[in-house]
């Protein structure tokens, strides 16, 4: 059974910048993608930032230029790094992964604070 285990959340200022991990179980070249999804307190999961195996990336508009999703084939790991960080980026963060079926982590904490 794969497992993706997340780190890295906390408590951050206004402006400040965390760096996100997703650790997976075995090989990311596994999966055909890789992922970091938010949900805020009463809305919907969505979409922050995709990395394909093959190194292509896309992102949600509210975070272009200031996320940047990133891929360790050798360590088995997915970064997300957050900077330039809002209010509006709380969140519990999670980990994604694609290969026929989606694979999710448990979530990390994301809190920014003005």
């Known amino acids: 059974q794969v497992q993706l285990v997340e780190s890295g959340g906390g408590l951050v200022q206004v402006g400040g910048s965390l760096r996100l991990s997703c650790v997976a179980s075995?090989?990311?070249?596994?999966?055909?993608?890789m992922g970091w999804y938010r949900q805020a307190p009463g809305k919907r999961r969505e979409l922050v930032a995709r990395?394909?195996?093959?190194?292509?990336?896309n992102y949600a508009d509210s975070v272009k230029g200031r996320f940047t999703i990133s891929r360790e084939n050798a360590k088995n790991t997915v970064y997300l790094q957050m900077n330039s960080l809002r209010p509006e980026d709380t969140a519990v963060y999670y980990c994604?992964?694609?290969?026929?079926?989606?694979?999710w982590g448990q979530g990390t904490q994301v809190t920014v604070s003005s």
């Open positions: 990395i394909t195996s093959g190194g292509s990336t």
């Open positions: 994604n992964g694609v290969n026929y079926i989606e694979y």
């Open positions: 075995g090989s990311i070249n596994w999966f055909n993608s």
